[in-house]
């Protein structure tokens, strides 16, 4: 069973920036990684989304503030960066990773165990 191992969340001020990271346990070849984040009383929702060879995929809500990157170099782990730049109150939420692998019907989807970011004005 693949983990995903999540870090870089706190708080910080409006205008401010963070970086979450994510690590999976092992390698998972030909996957999309992505990003997604859940306020209070609200649905979970995308935030960006990344496959190797395609251009990342964001929320019009962060075009332009976030940027999603991952690093195949180490071959033993998958690791994807959110980085946020500008952060606005209306960021704050639980962020959680997921990587998702597989045909369209044998896919496997795998959620990491959440990040809280929060962001005062």
């Known amino acids: ?3 995903l191992v999540e870090s870089g969340g706190g708080s910080v001020q409006a205008g401010g920036s963070l970086t979450l990271s994510c690590a999976t346990s092992r390698v998972i070849l030909s996957s999309t ?3 997604f984040r859940q306020a209070p009383g609200k649905q979970r929702e995308l935030v960006a989304t990344i496959t ?3 251009p990342p995929n964001y929320a019009d809500s962060v075009k332009g503030r976030f ?3 991952r690093d195949s170099r180490d071959s033993y782990k998958n690791t994807m960066f959110l980085r946020m730049n500008n952060l606005k109150p209306e960021d704050t939420a639980v962020y959680y ?3 998702k692998w ?3 019907s044998t896919s496997t989807s795998v959620w990491g165990q959440g990040t809280q970011v929060t962001v005062s004005s």
Request: aromatic fraction near 6%; charge should be neutral.
């Open 97 to 99: 990773c997921n990587v």
């Open 33 to 35: 990684m992505g990003w």
């Open 67 to 69: 940027t999603i990157s």
């Open 52 to 54: 190797a060879g395609t």
């Open 102 to 104: 597989g045909t369209s």
């Open 1 to 3: 069973q693949v983990q």
